[in-house]
T-cell receptor, first 118, second 110 residues
Framework: GAVVSQHPSWVICKSGTSVKIECRSLDFQATTMFWYRQFPKQSLMLMAT?????????EQGVEKDKFLINHASLTLSTLTVTSAHPEDSSFYIC??????????????FGPGTRLTVL | GENVEQHPSTLSVQEGDSAVIKCTYSDSASNYFPWYKQELGKRPQLIIDIRSNVGEKKDQRIAVTLNKTAKHFSLHITETQPEDSAVYFC?????????FGDGTTLTVKP
């Protein structure tokens, strides 16, 4: 249990276009999901906290109008990178909290999405 | 906000030796400390975690210690194997939100 999927696993797009990444909790309901960005050989940097039914909370320095997050259901959060530029190329990973099974802060990570902007 | 420092950034050991990675955190409200192993291009994999009301936890070859007063926690891997080679991240968590260390690249030489 506690499986998180992401789609797509990789995407290549042209500069100026928008890309949507989906994060799904497959066997549990996730009221809270997180979106991270990871550049090569670097750590995971939290971009935003996605809460079902409410607006996402963005970390300092992350442009909310550029990285649109929607958490419309208890099993799906989406991250849309708008007007993507080459510097947005990165590994985007989501995670979800499973508070159904345990009252812990254990995060379950998706497999990540490799975004390349040409 | 929380600040997590992790050392060393790289660690090379001989197969069978032990490896120790250390992290410090700044926010005394953090109460959950997971450790992740990440292989290239893959998701972080939880390998062990510890809560602030516990000082030590062990799972086979892996152990974690926590000194809440000093705000530091450590990962210990004994009898290392080549398949332990990966990047390891520590994290400090408060109310579900985690701050990650910069990672340690562990190389286990056969």
């Amino acid at each position: 249990g506690a499986v998180v999927s992401q789609h797509p696993s990789w995407v290549i797009c042209k500069s100026g276009t928008s890309v949507k990444i989906e994060c799904r909790s497959l066997d549990f309901q996730a009221t809270t999901m997180f979106w991270y960005r990871q550049f090569p050989k670097q750590s995971l940097m939290l971009m935003a906290t996605s809460n079902e039914g409410s607006k996402a909370t963005y970390e300092q320095g992350v442009e909310k109008d550029k990285f649109l997050i929607n958490h419309a259901s208890l099993t799906l959060s989406t991250l849309t990178v708008t007007s993507a530029h080459p510097e947005d190329s990165s590994f985007y990973i989501c995670s979800a909290l499973n508070r159904e099974r345990e009252s812990t802060d254990t995060q379950y990570f998706g497999p990540g999405t490799r975004l390349t902007v040409l | 906000g929380e600040n997590v420092e992790q050392h060393p950034s790289t660690l090379s050991v001989q197969e069978g030796d032990s490896a120790v990675i250390k992290c410090t955190y700044s926010d005394s409200a953090s109460n959950y400390f997971p450790w992740y192993k990440q292989e290239l291009g893959k998701r972080p994999q939880l390998i062990i975690d510890i809560r602030s009301n516990v000082g030590e936890k062990k799972d086979q070859r892996i152990a974690v210690t926590l000194n809440k007063t000093a705000k530091h926690f450590s990962l210990h891997i004994t009898e290392t194997q080549p398949e332990d080679s990966a990047v390891y991240f520590c994290a400090a968590t408060n109310a579900g939100k985690s701050t990650f260390g910069d990672g340690t690249t562990l190389t286990v030489k056969p």
